[in-house]
């Protein structure tokens, strides 16, 4: 069954702000649809207030609505309507009687010698003779029959473009009472209505422009700086896993120092921790079945010849040596299992704060304990050259050291005699506290001491029945887990031999 193929994460992210964005648009398109009838609206508000105003004027000054009433009327509240274009009276029939133009005309202008051009409610133009009967809208266009189509009798609301102009009207009956005497109609020009539309239009599409420019500028980032990289350690940890052959370079990433950089870094660290401990159980696992090989070998060997031979010093030679190859069998398998599971716990146990001195104190009582047990008469002595009570900590696993200080002592106790003596000295340096342990055996017959350290050391005391050849090894193993270092010499002018530990002091 194929998996299914996973998008990306810039994919997902392009994805999730397109379907923001379509979201968004759709609300932007709706509001932006909603601009102008809403501030349509509030403009036919101010309107109903002046013809509610008016009306009331009307009625308060008992105005005669006729061509003579209303003119008279317009001359003298003309402050009614200063912030207006335009407001038109109309009779029942839909004949224009009143208009707010004549308010700056000489009053010459009635007289019956002059032509009147006047604007109908539909922007058709009609000139007449005779300034007694201003013209009228045609009958299928009549303000009695525009306004008679609305049911509620509520007043009617009408914007209209002419001449590159925008114009909002405003149609209302006017009642005395509950007589319906005529019609009154108010028209403002509202240019600044389309001006606040298209300036937040522009608005608009100026933030929709630069949000657009900044999640692709993000975009490009998170592609570059996250995404690549992340692509980058996902095809290397594929490599590793499927052992591929092909070289992938991560240490460019390094550089950064950042969260991808520490990433790829703590990625890179454990993949080549990991690679050193499957090579470490390779090793181990060869060196092992080499060393099993030979007692495995000389047990053969001892076996065959004790089904041949029928003297009974030689048989007990025989059974001694099958027992002390059995002996260095069972100890090479349990240390080295013992070291595998020393091993993987060290990785998951976490450091404190070590009082070293205490830890070399309680070990080395154990260890006279076992000594006195054991008739054995070896001397154990600790030097402590710390003065400072601050100075004798460490950051370490208490009983990690508790083991590095007791495969140290037993390596020195197998080498010491009776009525020999071992030393453990221990001091500071500006970073280091130094533990030495010194014993007065034959000392080392190498070179390089250093070997000591190697798994299965074959320079080992005659007891080696009790001994795998791994202690050593594994002393090196913790002090290197706690940043620390370690080293074997000879003692100069004295026999003997000593192993220096070096562990960074607790700061």
């Keep these: 069954m194929k998996s299914k193929k996973t998008a990306s994460i810039l994919k997902k992210f392009l994805l999730f702000n397109l379907t923001t964005f379509s979201i968004l648009g759709l609300f932007t398109i709706f509001y932006l649809k909603a601009i102008q009838p809403n501030l349509v609206k509030e403009r036919a508000a101010d309107h109903k207030i002046i013809i509610s105003n008016t009306i009331d004027h009307l009625k308060r000054l008992n105005v ?66 005779s300034s007694s009967s201003i013209s009228s809208v045609k009958d299928e266009k009549s303000i009695k029959k525009i306004f008679t189509k609305k049911e509620d009798g509520m007043p009617l609301t009408i914007s209209t473009i002419d001449k590159n102009n925008f ?46 420019l900044v999640i692709l500028i993000f975009s490009l980032f998170l592609n570059k700086y996250i995404l690549k990289p992340i692509g980058l350690l996902v095809k290397y940890s594929d490599s590793i896993k499927k052992k591929s052959s092909e070289s992938i370079n991560i240490k460019k990433a390094f550089v950064r120092d950042d969260e991808i950089g520490k990433l790829t870094m703590s990625i890179d660290e454990m993949t080549k921790e990991l690679q050193y401990r499957t090579n470490r159980a390779e090793t181990f696992s060869n060196d092992l079945a080499h060393e099993i090989r030979n007692p495995l070998a000389s047990l053969k060997s001892a076996s065959e010849l004790l089904d041949k031979t029928t003297e009974k010093n030689e048989s ?29 716990s060290l990785s998951r146990e976490k450091m404190s704060k070590i009082n070293l001195t205490e830890v070399i104190n309680n070990v080395v009582e154990d260890f006279k304990q076992d000594l006195n047990n054991q008739n054995k008469k070896i001397d154990i002595k600790i030097k402590d050259k710390i003065n400072s009570k601050n100075g004798k900590y460490v950051l370490g696993i208490e009983n990690r050291l508790e083991q590095v200080i007791a495969n140290l002592l037993d390596n020195s106790i197998s080498f010491s005699q009776d009525n020999q003596r071992i030393e453990i000295s221990i001091e500071e340096t500006t970073k280091n506290l130094v533990m030495t342990v010194k014993d007065e055996g034959p000392g080392f017959s190498e070179t390089s001491p250093q070997k000591i350290f ?18 050593l090894n594994i002393v090196k193993n913790i002090v290197e887990l706690h940043k620390g270092t370690i080293a074997a010499s000879n003692r100069l002018n004295t026999k003997g031999a000593q192993v220096e530990v070096l562990l960074p002091k607790f700061s």
């Design 316 to 344: 007990e030679k025989l059974l001694k040596i099958i027992n002390h190859d059995v002996e260095r069998i069972e100890r090479l398998i349990t240390d080295y299992s013992q070291m595998l599971k020393d091993e993987a």
């Design 454 to 471: 190697k798994r299965f050391y074959s320079n080992r005391p005659k007891s080696f029945g009790k001994h795998s050849g791994l202690g």
């Design 64 to 129: 005669n609505y006729s061509e003579d009433g209303i003119r008279t009327f317009l001359l003298s509240t003309r402050f009614l309507f200063q912030s207006l274009d335009r407001v038109q009276f109309y009779n029942l029939s839909g004949t224009l009687i009143g208009d707010t133009n004549i308010l700056d005309l000489d009053q010459s202008v009635f007289s019956r010698t002059d032509m009147i051009i006047e604007g109908t409610i539909d922007g058709v133009l009609s000139k007449n003779e």
């Design 167 to 212: 114009f909002v009207k405003t149609l209302s009956e006017i009642n005395f009472g509950d007589k319906n005497i005529g019609y009154i109609l108010v028209s403002e020009q509202a240019n600044d209505i389309l001006n606040a539309v298209k300036e937040r239009k522009d608005f608009i599409l100026r933030t929709v422009f630069a949000v657009a």
